[in-house]
């Protein structure tokens, strides 16, 4: 019966997922072929002394990630997931103290930054550690290359959290390649931006599938943060249809509308009734939306126009 859900649900999937492939460029994922199999990143039981492997390396793929992750697997299939590799190490000397590592294989650097992403929040804990991790005394995941991993301790020890670093390290030591942040991000000016709030959205970003995919990061305002969300559209008509079709949806709410003043010329400003003030701005095949008001909005706006008319790809 779960099969015959995921057969209806993957074809529903496939224009997200084939957008997301859309987001990629060469400057994202190098020229590197990414072959490295999850099941040889996961540690080797001789390198972590005083814990011992319980049963076996478990395999998972698109078919079955349900029965390991019953109503998250969803999310994964939609980020390219390919393959799991995951196991649980217990302490020698008091195996109430275990470790569970999986290792997800998302196919690409952008797909595993995408479902890391998604996963995390800007008040966590971040670490150097691969393209970017976050830890505490009980969870530390990273992303590194094409692999998303998760690791999680259960059990009483006052150094779990080192413990988990060290062996993430280990980990990464064995991973081939280790990519930057998608350099797309690189397009969002640096000035008010809340560090750890980079997201690629594959589904519904505000809560609009049209929307879909995009790159959105937070930045410093008066209360809240402010979202700033660049929609990727294949055309430049589909950009402006995005501009016109999220129009008409605050219109709805009896927004007022108004050239943005002080913004660049063609940025229009409304309202939300429940998220407050938004910018809309369009140029070539990109969507700009602004839901709040950044700090020097005008700006940021403007810097983010220039870059995105310099780009020549998605």
Not at 14 to 26: E, G, K
Not at 36 to 60: M, S
Not at 191 to 202: A, D, K, S, W
Not at 203 to 223: D, M, N, T
Request: proline share 7%; charged share 25%; aromatic share 12%.
């Amino acid at each position: 019966m779960r099969n015959l859900f995921l057969s209806a649900l993957l074809p529903a999937l496939l224009p997200l997922t084939l957008a997301a492939q859309d987001l990629l460029s060469s400057d994202d994922i190098e020229s590197a072929t990414w072959t490295q199999e999850p099941e040889t990143v996961l540690p080797k039981p001789e390198n972590l002394a005083g814990w011992h492997l319980d049963g076996k390396i478990d395999l998972y793929n698109p078919d079955n990630l349900y029965e390991y992750i019953d109503g998250a697997a969803e999310a994964y299939l939609l980020y390219g997931f390919q393959k799991l590799a995951t196991c649980r190490f217990l302490q020698d000397k008091n195996d109430s103290n275990e470790i569970t590592i999986d290792v997800y294989d998302m196919k690409n650097p952008l797909q595993a930054f995408g479902m890391y992403a998604s996963e995390s929040s800007p008040d966590l804990d971040f670490i150097p550690l691969g393209g970017q991790g976050h830890a505490s005394d009980t969870f530390l995941a990273f992303w590194q290359a094409k692999f998303y991993i998760k690791m999680m301790f259960f059990g009483d020890l006052k150094d779990s959290k080192d413990i988990l670093l060290d062996i993430a390290g280990k980990m990464s030591k064995s991973i081939q390649g280790n990519p930057p942040q998608p350099k797309f991000f690189s397009l969002f000016p640096e000035q008010g931006r809340v560090p750890h709030t980079e997201q690629i959205l594959l589904k519904a970003p505000l809560g609009h599938e049209f929307l879909a995919p995009a790159y959105q990061v937070s930045y410093q305002a008066k209360e809240r943060p402010a979202t700033v969300v660049v929609s990727v559209a294949d055309t430049p008509e589909q950009a402006s249809e995005r501009f016109e079709k999220y129009r008409e949806f605050l219109k709805k709410s009896k927004s007022p509308e108004s050239p943005a003043d002080g913004f660049p010329e063609g940025c229009l400003q409304m309202e939300d009734r429940y998220l407050g003030k938004s910018y809309l701005a369009k140029t070539g095949r990109y969507f700009i939306l602004f839901v709040g008001e950044p700090l020097d909005g005008a700006k940021i706006m403007t810097k983010l126009l220039e870059n995105l008319q310099d780009k020549k790809t998605p």
